[in-house]
Every structure is written in C-alpha cells, then in structure tokens.
C-alpha cells in the first residue's frame, strides 16, 4: 500500500523560508509524477508544484520564482524549498504522486505565515 508522509510544516514570519518533505513507501517502482498541492480555509485545493520523474517541473503563477520543486528518484521522496513566503501561502500542504493511473495523497502537514 503506498503512503506519503510530509514534513516539515511550521510556522514562519513573512518574507522566512521552509522546506518540506514527503517520503513515499509501499512501491518499488518510480512515480511519474509527484508534486505539493495545497488547500487553504475556505478555499479549493490548487496546485502549487509538480515534477515529472524526467525532472520537468510546473509551478502555479502564485509560487513561481519563490518556491522550488526537486525530488529523488531512487527513494521516491520530493522536497518543495520555499522562500519569501507570504500570508497568502498559508494552507495545509499536500504530498502528490501519480504511478500510471493511480493517484496517491498525504495528510498535509501545515504552514503558517504570519508575523
């Protein structure tokens, strides 16, 4: 059974970096796709970062140029670096991975900006 687990959710001041963590288990084989989405109150999930197991990356238009998707292959984990984060990135953060048709999430794990 394939989980994903994120780390690394905190509260930060404007303008501060996090970085977050999702480790995946229960597959041997390489996700096509993984990638953060993230859901605030009140509001729609949205995309926030997506790679491809190629490396092509896609950022929504809120993040791009402050935030920075990566991942390791041989261990099917992604890390989302975030800096200069803003009031408006706060939401519960959600590990995404794709492996053929099947689509997989984690708990999310929450980030704060606030000062």
């Known amino acids: 059974q394939v989980q994903l687990v994120e780390s690394g959710g905190d509260l930060v001041q404007p303008g501060g970096s996090l970085r977050l963590s999702c480790a995946a288990s229960?597959?041997?084989?390489?996700?096509?796709?993984m990638g953060w989405y993230r859901q605030a109150p009140g509001k729609q999930r949205e995309l926030v970062a997506i790679?491809?197991?190629?490396?092509?990356?896609n950022y929504a238009d809120s993040v791009r140029g402050r935030f920075t998707i990566s991942r390791d292959n041989a261990k099917n984990n992604v890390y989302l670096q975030m800096n200069s984060l803003k009031p408006e990135d706060t939401a519960v953060y959600l590990c995404?991975?794709?492996?053929?048709?099947?689509?997989?999430w984690g708990q999310g794990t929450q980030v704060t900006v606030s000062s």
């Open positions: 229960g597959t041997i084989f390489t996700f096509h796709a």
């Open positions: 995404y991975a794709r492996l053929g048709t099947s689509s997989y």
């Open positions: 790679i491809t197991s190629g490396g092509s990356t």
